[in-house]
């Protein structure tokens, strides 16, 4: 077992200069998980069953996401490793690391599924596609992106999914323009409480569809391979001030995103029958605020399914070549974790339940990326003069334990139909 912080042989230098402008980016990318159609389908439904009750969930959640996701990066910035290799290198049975990498190849699998059902619902409500047809053209469209990544590298790859990202923005927020909203009872869904067990349900919906174990894989696999090891000194402590800047831009845009998508779900589809799934708020907001806000948000749609499945592609290469140490083309998994959204297309398997059952799965990788996160990143050897504060220990902490104890509510109110 090695904990050496010791730079891979091919370790990219990092920029150097004075702007942080071009440091930025990783954080863009991996904050795509935020953006997915599990959080559209999640805080669309929690607006629209319980007004603004729920808006609080969606502020603390992002709160936690960005202390996780800046622990993520740290981590890929001063090891020169992802946490999938990390504990690849660091679990002595090979037992032990196919028990690992098989619970986190289902999480990115389930992850992918919803991903993919997000591009086809979309490609569906625009030009009216069999939604087969749209889960594979959303998937061909994810192939070209990663290649895009295995032939240009990560620069490219990041311009095109912040460019995707300004589509989401737009689409998802355009309707807020027009909306009816209610200010001060927006305002009063900053007070934390619940109404009932369904509240609660969507509540801890809410929490898994943020923050998601790919992303938090993801995260450090990015920074590695944007920055490779840097070294202790004034270029890393200028390295992770950047990563503090671009994890604080991102993870504002995908708060106010996820903010914007409950509040109009609020104040236009509350009461509405049918809009408990993406088609049923599709037409709900076409006939409250019309056709063009309507088409927006189908695009938005399109958009997050077609960047976070590629994000969520890349996240499971890594799981694997860091756990099982065999390096998969990103285009071939692609192709491998295609099937079992396309099997669920074929058979007619009900999208929307689809997409409840893979925030299931995702509840269960929830403890097994965030506790050896919290870990790693307190320990003085492995990270160095970057270690965490006793403070920043204890708030992830808190934060592990309130989203462990959320999911597993999750769990308990699903398995029992409460």
């Avoid at 990560?154 to 009816?180: D, H, K, Y």
């Avoid at 976070?308 to 996240?315: D, F, K, L, N």
């Avoid at 504060?389 to 597993?408: D, G, K, M, Q, Y």
């Amino acid at each position: 077992m090695t904990t050496s912080t010791k730079p891979p042989a091919a370790a990219p230098a990092a920029p150097r200069g004075r702007s942080l402008l071009p440091l930025l980016g990783p954080a863009m990318v991996a904050g795509v998980a935020y953006l997915d159609p599990g959080n559209v389908a999640s805080n669309a439904s929690a607006g629209a069953a319980y007004g603004y009750l729920l808006v609080w969930v969606v502020v603390l959640a992002n709160a936690m996401a960005w202390l996780i996701q800046y622990l993520s990066a740290k981590l890929g910035v001063t090891t020169g490793n992802s946490l999938p290799g990390l504990l690849g290198a660091r679990f002595r049975r090979r037992g032990t690391r196919y028990a690992y990498w098989l619970q986190a190849e289902l999480v990115a699998m389930a992850t992918d599924v919803a991903e993919i059902l997000g591009g086809a619902i979309a490609l569906h409500l625009l030009f009216g596609l069999p939604l087969i047809v749209g889960g594979v053209i959303t998937g061909a469209v994810s192939m070209l992106l990663l290649a895009l990544h295995s032939r240009r590298g990560s620069r490219p790859f990041e311009f095109v999914i912040i460019g995707l990202v300004a589509v989401i923005t737009i689409g998802f927020c355009a309707g807020i323009l027009f909306a009816p909203l209610d200010p001060v009872q927006a305002i009063g869904g900053l007070a934390p409480r619940f109404a009932d067990t369904g509240s609660v349900l969507l509540a801890a919906s809410i929490m898994g569809a943020t923050v998601m174990p790919h992303a938090i894989y993801a995260h450090s696999a990015l920074t590695r391979d944007r920055f490779g090891y840097v070294a202790p000194g004034p270029q890393r402590r200028r390295v992770l001030r950047a990563t503090r800047v671009d994890v604080t831009v991102a993870l504002a845009i995908a708060g106010t995103v996820n903010v914007v998508i409950l509040l109009l779900a609020a104040a236009t589809l509350q009461g509405v029958e049918g809009t408990n799934t993406l088609e049923g708020a599709h037409a709900a907001i076409q006939s409250a605020l019309g056709p063009v806000v309507a088409t927006l948000f189908a695009v938005g749609l399109l958009a997050s399914g077609l960047a976070s499945t590629s994000v969520g592609a890349y996240a499971g290469a890594e799981i694997m070549r860091g756990l099982l140490h065999v390096r998969i083309p990103l285009i071939a998994r692609r192709l491998v974790t295609l099937i079992p959204a396309l099997v669920i297309l074929v058979i007619g398997f009900d999208p929307t339940l689809a997409l409840v059952l893979s925030q299931v799965v995702l509840s269960f990788g929830i403890p097994f990326a965030l506790v050896p996160l919290v870990r790693l990143t307190a320990r003085g050897e492995l990270l160095g003069d970057a270690v965490n504060r006793w403070w920043t220990t204890a708030l992830a902490a808190v934060a592990v334990v309130l989203l462990i104890a959320l999911n597993a509510t999750l769990l308990v109110l699903v398995i029992t139909g409460g």
